[in-house]
């Protein structure tokens, strides 16, 4: 079996993603209730009974609601850094001992058959890190929750074949939009969220280099659409070189609907 994944949801109301593989089954990020991703997983074909752990990025609620819920409920294995797990340890409740582990930012650790890289990313957390997944020649990278790309994240980035990339939101759309001024000013920030131009500009760099899936992710609800975040990352990817179909191929993301469980 080679690496497998499917986006359970992704958006800003919660966010859970799915990565397989012979030796290890994980979900990573459980931003959920526990019965909205066992739905979810469902409908992807797939059981949590079956699952060996769970990897949490940062502490924000889309990425932890469901969090302590599955890990009790199933006795799973939960990973986060030592700054997300102070963060979080009141939206968690009471997690077994025997079942808390530290994933440092920055390491790489092997499970069973798969590699998992994690690495900083720029967003207003204790210490949000995202994680690229090597199984025998395939790669993974989840890159999402960050204000910038910066050439580090890129070069962890490199040689994936499949990327499930931020593309937050339109920024005409947010500047015009309803939020306060401070909520606004924090998504545009360096520790806020990327934008439709922004993703395309730094997905270039990456597909130009190695050809790519790539899945649109983290959506707003109110300040994107599907259709326009494509349709940007498209426009900026091609005027920077990035061919469709030979360089890169765009997928949507859902906060109500899974991917199809996909193998690379």
Do not use: C
Not at 13 to 20: D, K, L, Q, R
Not at 21 to 34: C, F, N, P, R, V
Not at 191 to 217: C, F, I, K, T, W
């Amino acid at each position: 079996m080679s690496l497998k994944f499917s986006v359970l949801a992704s958006g800003s109301t919660g966010n859970a993603i799915y990565v397989e593989t012979a030796g290890q089954k994980l979900l990573i990020d459980a931003g959920l209730s526990g019965k909205k991703i066992e739905k979810l997983a469902a409908e992807a074909g797939l059981s949590l009974q079956a699952l060996d752990g769970i990897l949490v990025s940062h502490e924000h609620s889309d990425h932890i609601k469901g969090v302590g819920i599955l890990a009790r409920r199933y006795q799973l294995p939960v990973y986060a850094n030592e700054g997300t797990w102070k963060a979080m340890a009141a939206s968690v409740g009471e997690i077994p001992l025997d079942q808390k582990f530290t994933f440092a930012t920055g390491t790489q650790r092997t499970f069973a058959d798969l590699d998992i890289e994690s690495f900083h990313v720029s967003h207003d957390a204790a210490d949000p890190m995202f994680f690229s997944f090597s199984h025998d020649g395939k790669k993974l990278t989840i890159l999402t929750d960050t204000g910038y790309v910066s050439d580090r994240m890129l070069g962890l980035a490199e040689e994936s074949q499949a990327l499930i990339f931020e593309s937050n939101h339109d920024v005409g759309m947010l500047r015009m939009g309803h939020y306060p001024w401070n909520v606004k000013r924090r998504i545009l920030g360096d520790e806020g969220h990327v934008s439709n131009e922004d993703a395309g500009m730094a997905l270039a760099q990456l597909v130009r280099r190695s050809p790519a899936d790539v899945y649109l992710a983290h959506l707003s609800k109110d300040n994107n659409m599907k259709d326009l975040a494509r349709m940007t990352v498209q426009q900026t990817l091609e005027l920077e070189g990035a061919a469709p179909g030979e360089d890169f191929r765009l997928f949507d993301t859902d906060p109500e609907k899974p991917t199809v469980l996909t193998e690379l």
